[in-house]
C-alpha cells in the first residue's frame, strides 16, 4: 500500500515499463505543491500530523501534460525481460534474484551501459566470463515497445 500511481491528464499512466508509481510520501508533496490532484484515495488509510489527519492518495494524476514516446529506458528489468530471464551465455532460464547484466564489451574496455552491450546472465556465467569478450548466444538490441509487451504479456 505505499505505492501511488501517477497519471497524465489524459488518465493514463505516464509510463507503462516501467509503471508510474511513486512513494505516498513523495505524493503528498507533489499534491502541497500544485503539482499533481489526487483522483482516488487508500479507503482506511489515513497519516496524521500533530494538528490534521490526510487520507493517503491511491492515484494521482499531473496538471500538465506530459509528451510520453515509446522508447523504453535500458534498466534492469527491462533487459532481463527482453532476454526472457536467459542466460546469453548457458542458454538456461533463471528466476530474475539468479541473473546479472554482463556488459558484452566489459566496461573496463570501454563498453557502454546500452541496450545494445547488455545482456542477461547467471552469476556463474558472469563470473567466468570475467572482463573477457565473448559473444552471447542471441545479439543484444535495442526492443521496441511493443516487443516487450508482448514479452511480458506471454510471462
Not at 76 to 103: E, G, P, S, V
Not at 112 to 128: D, G, H, T
Request: charged share 25%; aromatic share 12%.
Amino acid at each position: 500500500m505505499s505505492d501511488v500511481l501517477v497519471l497524465n491528464t489524459d488518465g493514463q499512466p505516464l509510463s507503462v515499463l516501467p509503471l508510474s508509481k511513486i512513494s505516498w510520501q513523495l505524493a503528498i508533496k507533489l499534491i502541497y505543491t500544485d503539482k499533481v490532484y489526487v483522483v482516488e484515495h487508500y479507503d482506511d488509510w489515513v497519516v496524521r500530523t500533530a494538528h490534521e489527519a490526510y487520507k493517503v492518495p491511491s492515484v494521482v494524476a499531473v496538471f500538465k501534460y506530459v509528451k510520453r514516446t515509446n522508447t523504453l529506458n535500458c534498466t534492469r528489468n527491462n533487459i532481463f525481460a527482453r532476454d526472457n530471464y536467459i542466460c546469453q551465455y548457458c542458454d538456461h532460464k533463471f528466476a530474475r534474484k539468479d541473473l546479472t547484466i554482463d556488459h558484452v564489451i566489459p566496461s573496463s574496455k570501454g563498453g557502454p551501459f546500452a541496450w545494445e552491450n547488455l545482456v542477461a546472465a547467471c552469476y556463474k556465467c558472469n563470473n567466468k566470463k570475467s572482463d573477457h569478450i565473448i559473444k552471447p548466444i542471441r545479439a543484444p538490441f535495442v526492443p521496441t515497445y511493443y516487443q516487450m509487451i508482448k514479452e511480458l504479456k506471454e510471462r
